[in-house]
């Protein structure tokens, strides 16, 4: 596997990976009890979209892998980033109880903005707290689940 000519096993094990599991998705999505009441559009459609958009991609990458045509040259992982993005999420997963969705998702954000290299802290901020807010409204009141407040129980 040396030089961007030559086919990536790991791209082809990605790709096929990620068409297995939109295929669980899909078929887990289709074995959801539905209430009668959502006639049209109802719980099963979110999950169907994620499983057609994981399949698509999967198959985009099974397929660039397969026939030696990546859009994008191969670069070197930069672990560090790779550090922070994970720290982020170790963080908002502890953290989600104690003080909430929101406030856990705002440190989650600004940690990717970071390792993505930006250091507009106040833009990145309120695009956080924008993201976060609008989030947890949309689960909480138009789709009726439940996210933890924490911190902000009194103010949501």
Not at 21 to 26: E, L, N, T, Y
Request: hydrophobic share 60%.
């Amino acid at each position: 596997m040396n030089g961007s000519r030559s086919r990536s096993l790991a791209g082809l094990l990605i790709g096929l990976g990620l068409i297995a599991i939109a295929a669980v998705i899909a078929v887990d999505a289709m074995h959801m009890r539905v209430p009668p009441v959502h006639a049209r559009v109802g719980p099963r459609v979110f999950p169907l979209l994620v499983s057609c958009g994981l399949a698509l991609s999967g198959a985009a990458i099974a397929w660039q892998a397969w026939t030696r045509t990546f859009l994008v040259e191969a670069q070197d992982t930069d672990w560090g980033a790779v550090a922070i993005i994970a720290a982020g999420l170790v963080l908002q997963i502890n953290l989600l109880k104690p003080l909430g969705f929101i406030p856990a998702a705002i440190i989650l954000f600004m940690a990717v903005s970071f390792a993505f290299g930006s250091r507009r802290f106040l833009r990145d901020g309120v695009v956080a707290v924008v993201l976060a807010s609008v989030t947890y409204l949309a689960f909480t009141r138009l789709l009726g689940l439940q996210l933890p407040p924490g911190v902000l129980k009194g103010l949501l």
